[in-house]
């Protein structure tokens, strides 16, 4: 056996981590201006623990565009460095002085967060420019300030320099193909993506304000007059409502936070939630319930994910489970790792846990909500039903703490969690087996006669909607005991809450088959399929149903699910009731009289059922107007 040392060159490894460490060039900015907050954050530590003793100052990092001098300059007040800084901290690739200062200063009570990790974001640098320097001075009483330079091999140059102030300029003289880093705009865009929150200053370029004449001239109606200054402009909010703590904040607070974040919504959110954890993992955010719309995707992906107050993506699939992605708003971890792959994501601990939170979080505060207002829970509950039904679907501990707060509508306009349901029709919508039927309907208008039928016999019936109901009920159905769901057009009501009793039935066998063929005429033999049944007398003469196992798969296949059976065929029950006045006269009848009032009874059960179009209605208005 032989035992070795992989050797690692670093000309080899230098220009991978140059070129390819992230996929996305513009990137380098924020890494940059995040290294000079953490210089500004450091200090700031530093000068409390009583390590600095000078003035602080007013921190603040500048980032000053040259086009003519195609240069960018990322300019901060913090903590500098010596030449002896610069040796360990930069021209060693991967030593992270951010690491380093967080190690020896956790232990002291300091809120201000550092941003780095890796020490390799300031190589980021040569992704755009095809030199960097460095020009920094450190903070002691008798620092020297230095220049480092490096053209983007491994070779740099370091020496005195001459600079009067504390702190660092990063100054990169942009390549020819990243010409597009010397548009105001586009750094301007960048700036506004990653950087709006970070909690120091951000300063790039000015903006026009309008102030009183500081001469106090006058206008014609007596008013000072203003003037055009020109100030420098701030792009950041340093502390925006997630850092703070919920007890500083008013409700209009929130909302002013959520327009900050949305400037283009004009819809407030319904309501809020402050995270705010630190033990196993540290994380804070506020998230949004917008209005949830039928149409879910576009409402997605408004999510935005932070660490230490700096941007890092907006597409937070990994992170969160997917029906969090409807929510809104700003989620902030340092434990959330940032510089690796998407898929690493996914497996990561940390993100587990956090995503197995965020979730509890939110069915505590649903629950919380409809345990403290059930009537105003109530009011909401259009807006939060199919967030409640994504999340069941497709979390298995929010479906079960769901449970407590999800809401099921009744045609008669009340509402039930699926035990109370239960609770209340159980009596009277029990099977011979034993099974509860739960009766929906998904549009009370069309399946009116239905939903009346089912009423008038003293069933209730509650209204299911929307994309996901279909898979809502078979999730319902799975978890909830001796319980079955049944859309009330499905079959007759007898069928579908079958009972012990059997109604003896008026017409016998032989008349049954007689009719068949009349009834068979009237319809298409192929997609409806006759049948006679002994029901009450008051119930309609002709029913016309869809099986519901057959309507589920159709309605599962629609959503893509349940593929594998093929297209199912478009079939139907028609169901004759033998016990009706009106079949037993149709059976004395004979001849075309016998096939027309058929037809008219057909007729009026695809009616009902809102299946009567073209041709068929037209004919059928028009006999209607005969017969009066
Ligand atoms: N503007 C600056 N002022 C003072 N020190 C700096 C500055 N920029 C970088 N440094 C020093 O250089 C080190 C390396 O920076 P680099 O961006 O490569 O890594 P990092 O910030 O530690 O981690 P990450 O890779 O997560 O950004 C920093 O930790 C810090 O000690």
Redesign the pocket.
């Known amino acids: 056996m032989k035992k070795g040392h992989i050797n690692v060159e670093t000309e080899n490894i230098f220009p991978i981590i140059k070129k390819f460490l992230y996929s996305d060039h513009e990137i380098f900015l924020r890494?940059?201006v995040?290294?000079?907050v953490?210089?500004s954050q450091?200090l700031k530590v530093l000068s409390k623990n009583g390590e600095y003793d000078k003035e602080v100052g007013e921190l603040k990092v500048e980032v000053i565009l040259d086009k003519a001098a195609k240069t960018l300059t990322?300019r901060?007040n913090?903590?500098?460095?010596t030449a002896d800084?610069?040796d360990k901290?930069?021209n060693q690739?991967?030593?992270?002085?951010?690491?380093?200062?967080v190690q020896k200063y956790k232990e002291s009570d300091n809120k201000e967060s550092i941003?780095?990790?890796?020490?390799?974001?300031?190589?980021?640098a040569f992704m755009v420019a095809e030199k960097v320097e460095?020009l920094?001075l450190g903070r002691y009483e008798d620092a020297t300030a230095v220049r480092w330079e490096s053209n983007g091999t491994t070779e740099y140059t370091i020496q005195d320099a001459e600079k009067a102030t504390r702190?660092?300029d990063?100054i990169l003289h942009i390549n020819e193909e990243s010409a597009e880093f010397l548009e105001e705009a586009r750094i301007g865009g960048i700036l506004n993506k990653y950087c709006k929150f970070l909690p120091v200053p951000v300063i790039f370029g000015t903006r026009t304000e309008q102030i009183d004449d500081p001469k106090g001239e006058k206008d014609e109606e007596g008013n000072i007059k203003k003037i055009s200054n020109e100030v420098p402009d701030q792009i950041n909010n340093p502390s925006p409502a997630w850092t703070k703590m919920p007890a500083e904040l008013e409700k209009e607070d929130y909302a002013q936070f959520y327009r900050e974040l949305y400037p283009s919504t004009i819809e407030d959110p319904l309501f809020h939630i402050h995270l705010n954890v630190d033990y196993p993992f540290n994380l804070t955010g506020i998230l949004y319930f917008p209005k949830i719309k039928e149409n879910v995707e576009v409402q997605k992906n408004k999510i935005q994910l932070y660490s230490n107050q700096v941007f890092i993506t907006d597409s937070v699939e990994e992170i969160v489970p997917e029906f969090l992605t409807l929510l809104h708003g700003v989620i902030d971890s340092p434990d959330i790792p940032?510089?690796v792959s998407r898929s690493y994501l996914q497996s990561d601990s940390n993100v587990k846990k956090i995503s197995a939170h965020i979730s509890k979080k939110v069915s505590d505060k649903l629950k919380e909500m409809f345990k403290k207002d059930r009537k105003d829970f109530e009011e909401k509950w259009g807006d939060l039903r199919i967030f409640s039904e994504y999340g069941m679907l497709s979390d298995d501990k929010f479906a079960d703490r769901a449970k407590a707060f999800h809401l099921m509508e009744s045609t008669d306009g009340k509402f039930y969690t699926p035990e109370e349901f239960k609770e209340e029709v159980k009596a009277t919508q029990t099977d011979k087996d034993g099974k509860t039927v739960f009766l929906y309907t998904n549009d009370k208008e069309e399946q009116y006669s239905f939903v009346k039928a089912a009423n008038d016999r003293g069933y209730k019936v509650i209204e299911l909607q929307g994309p996901l109901a279909a898979h809502w009920v078979q999730k319902m159905e799975s978890s909830l005991e001796n319980v079955t769901f049944a859309r009330v057009d499905a079959d007759t009501l007898d069928k579908l809450i079958q009972k012990d009793e059997n109604i003896p039935s008026k017409l016998s066998e032989d008349e049954q088959k007689e009719l068949q063929p009349v009834f068979e005429a009237t319809v298409n033999k192929d997609k409806f399929k006759v049948q006679f049944e002994s029901m009450s007398e008051s119930e309609a003469p002709i029913v016309v149903t869809q099986p519901e196992f057959i309507r589920r798969m159709k309605e599962q296949q629609a959503m893509g699910g349940a593929g594998f059976f093929g297209a199912f065929p478009e079939t139907y029950n028609m169901i004759v009731n033998s016990n009706h006045p009106k079949i037993s006269s149709i059976l004395a009848a004979k001849g075309e009289e016998q096939a027309q009032k058929a037809k008219q009874l057909t007729d009026l059960a695809m009616l009902a059922q809102g299946m009567l179009k073209g041709e068929d209605l037209t004919n059928f208005v028009n006999r209607s107007i005969e017969l009066v």
């Open positions: 890494e940059l995040s290294n000079a953490d210089a450091k990322i901060d913090g903590i500098g460095m800084e610069i901290y930069i690739i991967a030593f992270s002085g951010a690491e380093e200062f941003i780095g990790h890796f020490g390799l974001g300031f190589y980021s460095i920094t702190g660092t990063i940032l510089n």
